[in-house]
């Protein structure tokens, strides 16, 4: 049986950057990926100032700055005219800008940054189906190549996703519902003129969303009124067209996808020796991207929870406590975030009332807060 210090289930973008912050803090660790390879679906395009603070600090930065594209400004339009800008030039430096990135670079350039620490520490193919829990130790059970194997740690963190085996196991409940928004997604090569500039259009029909990719693509993300489960790249051109007045048909599209959304949070973020980070732990709705980042802050106060316990083990259940508190509530104030964004994006909101006060924000110094808060600032301190 494998011995280690923690087991991490799942090597998705918060698995893989707990393990490398964990192996940089002198804990041994071990990741158990059901995946083969990396998944290629388009999810995450954006890195929030916040997240880039973290990655300073792990001192990985670099690459993400250099495949990345730095969005520096938000353009706002109220059905086809503008309506105002947020520029993120006024938020803290040295980050005062979200980085485009498309998830699945983001998970390679982790991969590679937690195998140069340490080879063996990722194992692929292995799909977690068993844990028992003691006071001192967990055993975790995979099956990998047809066979069954353990592995024993003292913690172990659930960073699994949405449909959490660990959380399942330490029957933790996840408790939240389904928004009635739903949404189209597409990315084609970018012929906007926008440059590095994110647009958001608040239409009468519904939200239009639009950022920049890095090789000169533009993501495009637009409100349905229904859930479109084979989405039709025609449809989406139209709807971007009558929406925006950007007419994508003559250019190359690369991905198309349709999602829902829901709000979920986990009752408590750990049990016994068990914790849980990232999607395993919350769900956000996309709009307004922030899914990933939470759960990057949930890793790292993960790491800073397991270096108190070993610092001082007979405190260890005030510091888990504190741990699902903390990160608790900034997971319910981002949902809170996201939803705002999402309500904006509904075509009831498309009155001279919201518009009015928007247009006032938006041109107004209030904007900088605006600011602050679509780049995650001010968690866990701010009411909103
Ligand atoms: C359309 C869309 C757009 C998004 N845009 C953004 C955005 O712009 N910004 C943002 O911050 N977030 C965004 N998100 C959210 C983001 O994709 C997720 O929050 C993020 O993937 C969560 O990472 P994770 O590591 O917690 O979970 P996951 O990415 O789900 O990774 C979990 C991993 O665990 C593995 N696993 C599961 N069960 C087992 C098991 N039993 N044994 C072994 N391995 C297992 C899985 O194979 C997977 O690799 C978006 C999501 C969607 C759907």
Redesign the pocket.
């Given at each position: 049986m494998d011995n280690v210090d923690v087991t991490i289930?799942?090597?998705?973008?918060?698995?893989l950057y707990l393990a490398g912050r964990l192996l940089q803090n002198g804990f041994s660790c071990r990741i158990?990926?059901?995946?083969e390879s990396i998944?290629i679906h388009?999810?995450?395009?954006?890195i929030?100032p916040v997240s880039l603070d973290l990655f300073d600090r792990a001192d990985i930065t670099l690459p993400f700055l250099e495949y990345g594209l730095k969005i520096e400004t938000g353009l706002a339009f109220f059905d086809k005219k503008p309506a105002g800008k947020v520029s993120f030039k006024s938020c803290p430096p040295p980050h005062s800008y979200i980085l485009a990135i498309p998830?699945w670079k983001t998970e390679e350039l982790l991969e590679k940054w937690v195998k140069s620490l340490n080879s063996d520490v990722l194992l692929r193919g292995?799909?977690?189906?068993n844990i028992v829990s003691s006071d001192r130790k967990e055993i975790v059970s995979?099956s990998h190549n047809g066979s069954t194997y353990q592995v024993s740690s003292g913690f172990v963190i659930g960073?699994?996703?949405?449909?959490?085996?660990i959380r399942k196991a330490c029957n933790i409940s996840f408790e939240g519902s389904s928004y009635p928004d739903t949404y189209v997604?597409g990315d084609f090569d970018d012929n906007t003129g926008f440059g590095k500039k994110a647009a958001v259009f608040l239409h009468r029909d519904g939200l239009v969303e639009s950022f920049p990719l890095p090789n000169g693509q533009r993501r495009w993300v637009v409100k349905s009124d229904h859930f479109i489960k084979n989405p039709d790249k025609s449809l989406l051109i139209n709807k971007i067209f009558r929406r925006t007045e950007h007419y994508l048909g003559k250019c190359e599209n690369y991905m198309l996808?349709s999602?829902g959304v829901q709000h979920l949070l986990a009752e408590t973020f750990h049990k016994n020796n068990v914790l849980l980070?990232?999607?395993?732990a919350h769900?956000v709705s996309?709009i307004g991207?922030?899914?990933?980042?939470?759960?990057w802050i949930d890793a790292e106060e993960c790491l800073k929870t397991l270096i108190r316990v070993r610092d001082n083990s007979s405190e260890k259940d005030f510091h888990l406590d504190a741990y699902t508190s903390t990160q608790r509530k900034a997971a319910q104030q981002v949902a809170k975030r996201a939803e705002i964004n999402m309500r904006l994006g509904r075509k009831e909101s498309a009155n001279i009332w919201t518009r009015s006060g928007l247009k006032f924000v938006l041109n107004s110094p209030f904007k900088h807060l605006l600011a602050r808060i679509f780049t995650m600032r001010g968690l866990g301190r701010w009411p909103v």
């Open positions: 289930v799942g090597g998705g973008p918060v698995g158990l990926e059901k995946r998944d388009s999810k995450s395009l954006g929030h998830q292995a799909q977690v189906n995979y960073c699994d996703g949405k449909g959490s085996f997604m996808s999602f980070a990232g999607d395993a769900v996309p991207g922030q899914g990933m980042n939470l759960g």
